[in-house]
């Protein structure tokens, strides 16, 4: 169905972003002192929605006030502005979709009702408070689904780096390495830099070692802060 929407189209633009999905158990401390997490950065994401935009927007009017107030006080004391954020709209829509991430642990098929039916009762039913895993505590592994994935045609199915190319992506060659990770490690992580990253910037030598370390070339130049890799792998 796609494909026939897409017939005949030119590939103008291009760009990549990793959507903060965790909910509302996920979000971090918004404040410390002379400073607040606003929007993206703090999880401010209705999952259900697939928004965040008007949060982000209002949650940068709270914070605005909350520092102003501080600032007339001689303070850094941000702290009030994680009250007037859980009281806004933004508190209280996020704890109604505050559950809708985990059922999906169990499946689409399964997964899928309870989440229409926590979206229809506001949360209330299934209520309480939805266990989940965390993404760093899952071991790597090296699956098959990259098998199945059909390569480029350049017409409807695009190449990393000529993707890269289009993106407006204005790092220079000269500018410093903004991406410090340990290079040499093990295969599994190499591959899931490799496969995860949608720019292309984790390079597997041809030549490495089927099994065991890897020294990952980082073309840190095509990074388009997607923000990924942070999220999946960053601890
Ligand atoms: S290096 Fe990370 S942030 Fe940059 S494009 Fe790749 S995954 Fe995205």
């Known amino acids: 169905m796609v494909r026939e929407i897409l017939e005949g189209g030119e590939r103008v633009s291009w760009g990549a972003k990793a959507i903060p999905a965790g909910g509302y158990w996920a979000m971090p401390k918004l404040t410390m002192p002379g400073a607040v997490l606003v929007g993206d950065g703090a999880g401010m994401v209705n999952l259900a929605a697939l928004k965040g935009v008007h949060y982000a927007i209002k949650a940068g009017a709270l914070a605005a006030e909350s520092i102003y107030a501080a600032l007339k006080r001689d303070s850094v004391d941000f702290s009030s502005y994680e009250d007037t954020v859980e009281e806004s709209v933004i508190g209280t829509d996020l704890y ?43 071991p790597m592994f090296i699956g098959k689904t990259k098998n199945g994935y059909p390569k480029p045609d350049g017409k409807y199915i695009f190449d990393k780096l000529s993707s890269v190319f289009i993106s407006g992506n204005a790092t220079r060659d000269d500018a410093p390495n903004h991406i410090r990770v340990q290079t040499n490690v093990p295969r599994e992580l190499a591959e899931t830099w490799a496969w995860m990253c949608p720019a292309g910037v984790y390079e597997i030598p041809e030549d490495a070692p089927e099994h065991g370390d890897v020294d990952v070339i980082v073309n840190y130049t095509n990074c388009v802060q997607c923000g990924a890799i942070t999220a999946k792998v960053g601890a």
């Open 96 to 138: 109604e979709q505050r559950n809708t991430r985990q059922p999906f642990q169990m499946g689409l098929l399964r997964g899928g009702p309870l989440v229409n039916l926590m979206i229809a009762t506001k949360g209330r039913f299934p209520g309480g408070r939805w266990k989940i895993h965390r993404n760093d505590a899952k």
